[in-house]
Nanobody, 115 residues
Framework: QAQLVESGGGSVLPGGSLILSCAAS????????ILWFRQAPGNEREGVSC????????YYWDSVKGRFTISLDNDKNTVWLQMNSLKSEDTAVYYC????????WGQGTQVTVSS
């Protein structure tokens, strides 16, 4: 059974950093397009970052560009999201997804940025 499990969320001060991970089992991430999304209370889900396993290219939504970095470890079948210079508006539940013929989603991990 395919499963994605996010971890690494927590509470951090503005300007701080966190590293989120998304570990996959039952599905090989290297065969999918990997995305991170987030959803804050009362808001629609929005894109954060994308990793194309076709050509190892990355894409970032404007709200996180220059601050977040996505990477994929094929050996560990895990995707990472390095988040630096965090702002209060980054507070949300973060989800990873493996998008392909079938999409797989994790359960999400909460990130709270607050002083």
């Amino acid at each position: 059974q395919a499963q994605l499990v996010e971890s690494g969320g927590g509470s951090v001060l503005p300007g701080g950093s966190l590293i989120l991970s998304c570990a996959a089992s039952g599905v090989t991430l290297g065969r999918y397009t990997i995305l991170w999304f987030r959803q804050a209370p009362g808001n629609e889900r929005e894109g954060v970052s994308c990793f194309s396993t076709y050509d190892d290219s990355t894409y970032y939504w404007d709200s996180v560009k220059g601050r977040f970095t996505i990477s994929l470890d094929n050996d560990k079948n895990t995707v990472w999201l390095q988040m630096n210079s965090l702002k209060s508006e980054d507070t949300a539940v973060y989800y990873c997804t493996a998008a392909g013929a079938v999409d797989y989603w994790g359960q999400g991990t909460q990130v709270t940025v607050s002083s």
